[in-house]
């Protein structure tokens, strides 16, 4: 394993990283449909063996800093590398290139300090709560493994109940909790414990509009308010922009980009998109978008009131005549157009301009 | 709130044993949650219990042939009652890495501070703890109703000598086990280590019957598990250092057999604890290099 001789600065930064990378060895299976039945796993495990292991780079040297008091978002789609870069960071994962500082402490050479500095709250993780203890029992178990005394665990247990409008639930079992306020009981688990960084790992994926605001809320109001720092992996534009001052773009494991989103922005061009809407905008139509003079990328979303529209998002070079060029183009494929109209550049159109491709893809 | 962003403090030996216990409160409160179904898996011991109270009732005359002062029920149910915890000792590791890999819960706790043998401890613990209620209900069973001789001339010092190095080396050898959940990708529910020892140890380490009668053949398998010492040599301690005739090989050792037995288990787990806690490390080393520690990564 190569590691480069960085020297960490904890004054200033909660999280340094260093060219880390992380790759997996991949190995096909037998292609399904053989005909071989049940016996296709079988056959398909004895045959993985003797296959030639392909690597595939889930973090590719990747380089950044979370500054003291920062929350950063990392953006990026599924299977970017999002998740992989903070197992690395909470020392799940073994780094194959690279370092990695948090709170100061090296993730390879410093594994206990780490774990005691930081809380990695990960998507889905609610599962591994205890379902037959209330939730009160769940988080006095985690809260001993913290080495948090009985009374303060009791004062912080009630304390972070209150904070996110679980009081009513503490006796409890999770099984008969909604999505929400599992998601809720993982943030309470970790904010109990308070460790100086956080990884919040997607963590409104799968709440209700409702439920993923106010879990947006208590990381606004107890998390940053509080000037704690951390990485916030998200595939929501709106929820990185709310939450972060800065954001890292993710794609194929590695950061294209990183600024405030207003920078991010700007590098797209303050008014070079096209917004398009239209009851239903053909593939082959939209191929034909991306060939007209002036387009670099046309990118369809599922948009409009009620879902009933879709938006074309046209990234332009030059937007002198392209809309009339459009609009013709559209008509004589015989497209019914809402409208045509120049907007402000979001972060997925930033995601788009660096790869050609939707987030949420 | 305002989170401390003062430098870390490591995790005190107090602050550890606590949370190993923590783990004991948590598996008791699930182990007892279905009180109707933990009652059967007891019932289950005392049917165990009952069968071989029977057979010994039906006439095996053990202690004739095999110079046992006791009867067989006191000879199998010693043999059951340390064979329940040793089985606890040695599946353990591998029974909770695999469900804390099967609930995803294995991630939480290795990323809380929690170091791997307090870790692997608390995993195992509850398991131990459970078996130990086992032996109650077995030694308890076999007091009230068949007879079972209540040992009085035993020597503490010496249960104790058996007994913890026979924990030690079967421990060591549920660590391998562990390990072979990523070295071998044992996931199942099964793995080659836990496999041998428990196919060996129930078969021919003298739990049900004396090793003697077994063909000669396969007598030789005995001496490959710590159970096999730790067997005789807690019969010895419990019914006296001569009670029963010493398995075929021990028997043409000189000095006395109990002795031999507790320095082949002493050398056992010297052996055992160290390569097993090692297999077990590089199982964990491995499974975060190539990302298979949970069942998400």
């Known amino acids: 394993m190569a590691v480069n001789a960085a020297t960490p600065d904890p004054e200033r930064f909660a999280v340094e990283v260093y060219g880390v990378r992380k790759r997996f060895i991949s190995r096909e299976g037998l292609p399904l449909g053989w005909g071989f039945g049940d016996a296709h796993w079988i056959i398909s495990s004895l045959i993985k063996y003797r296959q030639e292991r392909q690597w595939k780079n889930a973090v590719d040297g990747v ?59 990960g998507s889905g993780q609610w599962s591994a709560f205890d379902w037959g203890l209330t939730v009160r029992q769940n988080l006095h178990f985690f809260g001993t493994l913290y080495g948090i005394a009985k009374a303060e665990r009791n004062r912080r247990i009630d304390e972070t109940l209150e904070w ?19 998601q809720k009981m993982l943030l309470a688990k970790a904010f109990m414990v308070r460790t100086p960084v956080f990884f919040l ?63 991010l922005k700007k590098t797209v061009g303050e008014r070079s998109i096209l917004e398009i809407r239209a009851r239903r905008v053909p593939r082959d139509a939209l191929q034909t978008l991306r060939t007209l003079p002036g387009i670099r990328t046309a990118v369809v979303a599922p948009a409009g009131e009620e879902g009933l529209e879709e938006s074309v998002r046209l990234h332009c070079e030059d937007l002198n005549g392209t809309a009339g060029r459009v609009a013709d183009s559209l ?26 491709k939707r987030i949420a893809q | 709130m305002s989170i401390d962003q003062t430098a870390i403090r490591p995790l005190t030996g107090r602050q550890q044993q606590a949370a190993v216990w923590v783990f004991i409160k948590r598996d008791l409160s699930l182990l007892t949650r279905f009180k109707v179904s933990y009652l059967t898996s007891l019932m289950g011991t005392v049917q165990q219990l009952v069968i071989y109270a029977m057979i010994a009732r039906f006439g095996l005359s053990l202690s004739v042939a095999h110079g046992l002062t006791g009867g067989y029920v006191d000879f199998v149910l010693t043999g059951l009652a340390l064979n ?17 890999f099967w609930s995803n819960r294995i991630e939480i706790l290795l990323a809380s501070p929690l170091r791997l043998p307090g870790f692997v401890i608390g995993l195992s613990v509850g398991k131990l703890v459970d ?15 068949f007879d079972f001789v209540w040992p009085d001339g035993g020597n503490a010092l010496v249960f104790l000598a058996v007994l913890i190095p026979a924990l030690a080396a079967v421990i060591g050898l549920g660590l391998a086990a562990a390990g072979m959940v990523y070295l071998l990708d044992a996931r199942g529910g099964q793995d080659p280590v836990q496999f041998a020892v428990q196919t060996i140890s129930s078969l ?59 320095l082949v288990l ?11 806690w090692l297999v077990f490390r590089n199982g964990m080393e491995r499974a975060r290099a190539d990302g298979r520690l949970s069942r998400w990564l």
């Open chain 1, 63 to 121: 380089d950044l800093t979370v500054r003291r008091g920062e929350l950063l978002g990392l953006l990026g789609p599924n299977g970017a590398g999002k998740t992989t870069f903070l197992r690395c960071l909470a020392t799940l994962l073994r780094l194959d290139e690279g370092s990695a500082f948090v709170n100061g402490y090296d993730v390879v050479r410093q594994p206990d300090e780490v774990k005691l500095s930081m809380n990695l709250i």
């Open chain 1, 164 to 182: 996110l409008g679980l009081t009513g639930r503490a006796k409890d079992k999770p099984p008969t909790l909604s999505a929400g306020e599992r």
């Open chain 1, 201 to 263: 790992d997607e963590p409104t994926v799968g709440l209700d509009p409702d439920g993923a605001h106010q879990v947006r809320e208590f990381i606004t109001r107890e998390l940053i308010g509080s000037g704690t720092s951390g990485i916030l992996t998200t595939h929501r534009m709106d929820e990185a922009e709310d939450l972060c001052a800065r954001v890292a773009i993710m794609d194929h494991g590695r950061v294209v980009a990183i600024g405030t989103p207003l920078e």
């Open chain 1, 331 to 356: 008509a004589s494929a015989g497209i019914a157009v809402s409208s045509i109209e120049t907007t402000q550049p979001t972060l997925e159109d930033v995601f788009i301009a660096l790869t050609n």
């Open chain 2, 84 to 100: 329940t915890l040793l089985t606890a000792a040695l599946t353990g590791p591998y029974l909770g890495l695999i469900e804390s």
């Open chain 2, 131 to 145: 078996a130990v209620i086992q032996v109650a209900v077995i030694l308890l069973g076999g007091w009230l109703f």
């Open chain 2, 204 to 262: 021919v380490a003298g739990v049900y019957f004396p090793i003697q009668v077994l063909p000669a053949a396969v007598q030789w398998l005995c001496y490959l598990v710590p159970q096999t010492y730790a067997i005789d040599g807690m019969r010895r301690a419990l019914f006296g250092a001569h009670a029963l005739a010493p398995p075929p090989l021990i028997s043409h050792l000189p000095g006395s057999p109990l002795l031999i037995d507790v």
């Open chain 2, 266 to 276: 002493l050398a056992y787990a010297a052996a055992a604890l160290p390569l097993g």
